[in-house]
């Protein structure tokens, strides 16, 4: 990300009141997700509402997210838009320098009493996606689907579980193999 586009994510922790609640909003728009020094999210529209608490020795933020980005679909690599939906929390604390003690507690530089908090989003955004992303049935793109359709083992008809039907097919790439092996 661009210094400039970094700035407007950046929270001032020591100008924060104790026992006070603040929300801010945040709108992850294309811009942002270009910025972001990273390729798993393409483009999007994202909103994220962030409430702030302080008490006396740590900060607690509650980031709210909802929305929808571009990925690759996982099948036919083509563009694919998903729903994004998440709540995540991050404590924040003062010490000595930058660390993050683990996936929900940082320590920032009490010297420098400010968080940028654009990372933070990215990432809980892509931690909102499903494992697999592909498009809904018959989204793919037909070419690719095609090619996938031919290279994949075709299944047998008998059988009642996965183990009975998939008995005795294989593989064609992997029966060349073998071919490789008993031939030496």
């Given at each position: 990300?661009?210094?400039?586009?970094?700035?407007?994510?950046?929270?001032?922790?020591?100008?924060?009141?104790?026992?006070?609640?603040y929300?801010?909003?945040?709108?992850?728009?294309?811009?942002?997700?270009?910025?972001?020094?990273?390729?798993?999210?393409?483009?999007?529209?994202?909103?994220?509402?962030?409430?702030?608490?302080?008490?006396?020795?740590?900060?607690?933020?509650?980031?709210?997210?909802?929305?929808?980005?571009?990925?690759?679909?996982?099948r036919?690599?083509?563009?694919?838009?998903?729903?994004?939906?998440?709540?995540?929390r991050?404590?924040?604390?003062?010490?000595?320098?930058?660390?993050?003690?683990?996936?929900?507690?940082?320590?920032?530089?009490?010297?420098?009493?400010?968080?940028?908090?654009?990372?933070?989003?990215?990432?809980?955004?892509?931690?909102?996606?499903?494992?697999?992303r592909?498009?809904?049935?018959?989204?793919?793109?037909?070419?690719m689907?095609?090619?996938?359709?031919?290279?994949?083992?075709?299944?047998?008809e008998?059988?009642?579980?996965?183990?009975?039907?998939?008995?005795?097919?294989?593989?064609?790439?992997?029966?060349?193999?073998?071919?490789?092996?008993?031939?030496?």
């Open positions: 990300m661009t210094l400039e586009t970094l700035k407007k994510y950046d929270i001032d922790l020591k100008s924060l009141s104790i026992s006070t609640i929300e801010l909003e945040y709108e992850l728009n294309d811009e942002f997700f270009d910025s972001v020094d990273a390729t798993e999210v393409k483009q999007g529209n994202v909103r994220v509402v962030l409430k702030i608490t302080r008490a006396a020795l740590a900060f607690e933020l509650n980031f709210r997210i909802m929305g929808k980005v571009i990925v690759t679909c996982d036919c690599l083509e563009d694919v838009e998903l729903p994004v939906e998440a709540s995540n991050l404590i924040v604390t003062f010490g000595d320098e930058f660390a993050e003690t683990s996936d929900e507690h940082v320590i920032v530089s009490e010297d420098v009493g400010k968080i940028n908090v654009a990372w933070y989003m990215y990432e809980f955004v892509v931690l909102a996606l499903p494992i697999k592909v498009h809904e049935s018959g989204g793919c793109n037909e070419l689907a095609a090619k996938l359709r031919e290279l994949s083992v075709e299944e047998c008998y059988g009642d579980d996965e183990g009975e039907r998939n008995r005795g097919v294989t593989d064609p790439r992997w029966d060349a193999l073998r071919n490789l092996i008993e031939d030496n």
